[in-house]
DNA sequence: AAATGTTTTAATCAAATGTTTGAATATGCC
DNA sequence: GGCATATTCAAACATTTGATTAAAACATTT
């Protein structure tokens, strides 16, 4: 059974077309003829339908993310320092995101689709795994500024660093034609990785001064 | 002559939706429903159809985009420093995208959907307004980093900083909830705006240093 | 009040879309 | 070979969608 491997097909096309035009732009028509003109009905026949095909491929993607996720955590996890820690997240990140070949990098584009726009299957899985995960890295975070830092430090800290190692992904069709210069992120994410570590570790030091000054100014007041 | 605001009450209802669903997810049935349950005749009467009333919202976006941006530019104009002048552009920035009301809020989340999944009529916008404006910003990006700075340092350190800005509305739908406790944008922009420049200023003087060392290291190798 | 131009309404069209059906074909197994 | 299962196919179905039409309602002017 299984021969021609429609089904596999059918998947690898709906994942590249919805990466690219989303779920509603995206017909089912389209995906059997990017699938070598597969037939109209095999989507109901491999998925039951279209969502739930959609679905299948937001598990892919949790499930993906998840365990690149996870490879980093284990290597976080034998550093030493925080800083290093950092660094490593970031270039886990940055590497789960970019680091991938043309599939992965599809995955990544309907993951930032999401998080602009969250089908309920996908704010589940959020609910399950993001949420948890965050924390972690709150902990993380919180080492790197300072003993006693606000709630609200470690939440902005983390944003900025997150906001930069995304940006690239969610904005790159309108980027890289107002950047036409910058090479594709296959080839320079890791380097990336390593400026945006570098910008973050002095940005968090540089808030974490200001608000001990701010701290420090109250209780002077006081 | 046009007693009732018809043609007002369909184009913000329009949008509503198309900021909440996007274009293709959004009909013309559920616009005229929103419009006090105008006609469904009243979108093509007005607008000459389902794209051309887009349109007409995208040229609403980007006019006072546009302005919004003018006035934060005249405002930097005033300014000595380069420190105060990226103060000053990353607060017109951050007003721009959440220091409006709910309507400003929603055009605000047809940019970010445009920026992420960009129709042609946004792309020919970008070349002619985006373009030459990021040309102005990165000089004064070059200016706070070091005579001689590379080509590749001025984009990166303005990509970050441009990713810090737009990741709190792009992703606001799962952060939100990955989030509950941060308060809604519009009553913290100015305060995180203020956080993005204390963060970014001291990240890219970090990169700064590192590049000037390693072109130092080059130089003395040779 | 008649005429005119504008706005609103209801009914309808053709195309597109997700899904279903039932027959045809291929495949694996005894 | 023959049976059972799995897959493929073309056709059709029921909705939905954006667009069109023509007439009615309304306001304004003459």
Known sequence: MEASGTKEK??????????????SATTVRDI????????LNA????????RQLYNN?????????GRRMQAAK????????????????????????????EFS??????????LADPSPFFLETVQRHTVPQTQEIMELVRELLYEGASEELVRNSLSLIVGQ?????????VYSRVHPEQPRMDFVWDKLAETIYVFSLAGMRAL??????SNANRGNRQ
Request: proline share 2%; aromatic share 16%; charged share 25%.
């Open 10 to 23: 059918i998947f690898m096309a709906a994942v590249g077309l919805f990466a690219e035009k989303g779920f």
């Open 32 to 39: 059997c003829r990017r699938a070598e003109g597969s037939n």
């Open 43 to 50: 989507v109901n026949y491999y998925f039951g339908g279209k």
């Open 57 to 65: 491929i937001l598990e892919t993607v949790a499930a993906e993310g």
């Open 74 to 101: 284990m290597q976080m996890d034998l550093l030493r320092t925080p800083e290093e820690k950092l660094r490593r997240f970031i270039l886990g990140y940055m590497r789960m995101l970019y680091g991938g070949g």
């Open 105 to 114: 990098e599809q995955l990544c584009r309907i993951y930032i689709r999401e």
């Open 165 to 173: 190692i995304t940006y690239y992904s969610f904005s790159w069709p």
């Open 208 to 213: 974490s001064v200001k608000e001990q000054n």
